[in-house]
């Protein structure tokens, strides 16, 4: 059965520093990819897809990147965080090619800007 | 542009009722209409997947129809329980491998 894990769980970073977060999808291969932010109260909000290994698409202009360096592996980054960065992180996975099939999320990242 | 609209007040209802959440959508034709469902502090979980020719899919105690008149999805929870209280998530997704999601309607049931 397919997978998805990420992490850290939750993190307290202070403005400006740098962000690694990280989520690796097991038993399946060549997934479509999505990073999430959710604000409180709000909607889901897409900020990357990937289709392929290399292949970043982004949604929404922003202080954050992305990157797919692994099939399954699938990385948001950023070089300065800003206090508006604060949020909860939600990676999900997606079957390639098949429109009707349903995304699965990770458990998400609690990530507070101090 | 696509907006989808789910009720930003939490449904409170008590043990034993059933449940229905509304979905509405505007400037969409989606193909594929999902319920998700998100307790506090995790991700969404999918529940139901219903196509834009089927009416009305089942699934234990839910159930969830689509009416592309009305571009309208009602999801039902019979015999509601206290662990079904949770945020329920609608996506709308067409040909594309972007669905977009609702903000969710959270559901409380009181014992």
């Known amino acids: 059965s397919q997978t998805i894990h990420q992490w850290p769980a939750t993190l307290v970073q202070p403005v400006g520093s740098p962000l690694s977060l990280e989520c690796t999808v097991e038993?399946?291969?060549?997934?479509?990819l999505y990073w999430y932010r959710q604000a409180a109260g709000r909607g889901l909000q897409l900020l990357f897809y990937?289709?392929?290994?290399?292949?970043i698409s982004s949604e929404v202009p922003q202080n954050l990147s992305a990157s797919r360096p692994q099939d399954r592996q699938f990385i948001l980054s950023s070089k300065k965080l800003l206090l508006s960065d604060s949020g909860f992180y939600l990676c999900a996975w997606r079957r390639q090619g098949q429109a009707s099939q349903p995304q699965h999320f990770g458990d998400g990242t609690r990530l507070s800007i101090l | 542009s696509q907006k989808i609209e789910q009720n930003s007040e939490a449904l409170n209802i008590q043990e034993g009722k059933t449940a229905t959440l509304t979905c509405n959508y505007t400037?969409?034709?989606?193909?594929?209409l999902q319920w998700y469902r998100q307790d506090p502090g995790r991700g969404p979980v999918f529940l139901l997947l219903?196509?834009?020719?089927?009416k009305e899919k089942r699934k234990e105690r839910l159930k969830v129809t689509f009416d592309t008149t009305l571009k309208q999805s009602l999801f039902h929870i019979t015999a509601s329980q206290p662990a079904d209280s949770a945020t329920y998530l609608c996506?709308?997704?067409?040909?594309?491998?972007?669905?977009?999601f609702g903000r969710g309607t959270s559901l409380i049931v009181h014992p």
């Open positions: 219903i196509r834009e020719n089927e």
């Open positions: 990937s289709v392929g290994i290399g292949q």
């Open positions: 038993g399946t291969s060549n997934p479509n």
């Open positions: 996506a709308l997704s067409g040909g594309s491998y972007i669905p977009t």
């Open positions: 400037n969409y034709s989606p193909a594929y």
